[in-house]
């Protein structure tokens, strides 16, 4: 591996958990969503990810390989007013609930962090590295 290859790591892993937080805050964001473009009430997103091994440079890594809508069942409310309602008066809310996704925000952001201060202390000693070569 190059001497740059634990940040390239690092960055991979960043970018991850910067998707993760975009996906998580859009699910809250969408929480009381009852209609879509695609029809019926929002689904929950969750990003899919997977390790990304180049054998030219023999670095791991990870990828996004999709967001996926969770198909848990939607959440129905007894609203006969609400204008989504069907014709019993239910309407369908997405499937979001919000201590989950503040639980995933959390470590998202935790995760985040870390990878800061491990990018942080690649960057350190690769300064040493560098001094103590002049």
């Known amino acids: 591996m190059s001497i740059f290859?634990?940040?390239?790591?690092?960055q991979s892993a960043l970018s991850a958990e910067r998707l993760k937080m975009d996906v998580?805050?859009?699910?809250?964001?969408?929480?009381?969503?009852?209609?879509?473009?695609?029809?019926?009430?929002y689904r929950r997103r969750v990003p899919v990810f997977e390790e990304n091994y180049d054998?030219?440079?023999?670095?791991?890594?990870?990828?996004?390989?999709?967001?996926?809508k969770d198909q848990a069942p939607l959440r129905k409310l007894y609203e006969p007013n609400h204008p989504d309602a069907d014709k019993e008066g239910y309407v369908e809310y997405p499937n979001v609930d919000i201590l989950v996704e503040m639980a995933d925000?959390?470590?998202a952001a935790r995760s985040y962090?870390?990878?800061?201060?491990t990018l942080n202390a690649q960057k350190n000693m690769i300064s040493k590295a560098l001094e103590i070569g002049r």
């Open 55 to 68: 054998s030219k440079l023999g670095m791991l890594g990870v990828k996004t390989v999709s967001i996926q």
């Open 24 to 41: 998580v805050s859009s699910n809250i964001a969408n929480m009381k969503t009852t209609r879509t473009k695609e029809g019926g009430a």
């Open 105 to 107: 925000l959390m470590t």
């Open 113 to 117: 962090e870390s990878n800061i201060d």
């Open 5 to 10: 290859g634990g940040m390239r790591i690092s």
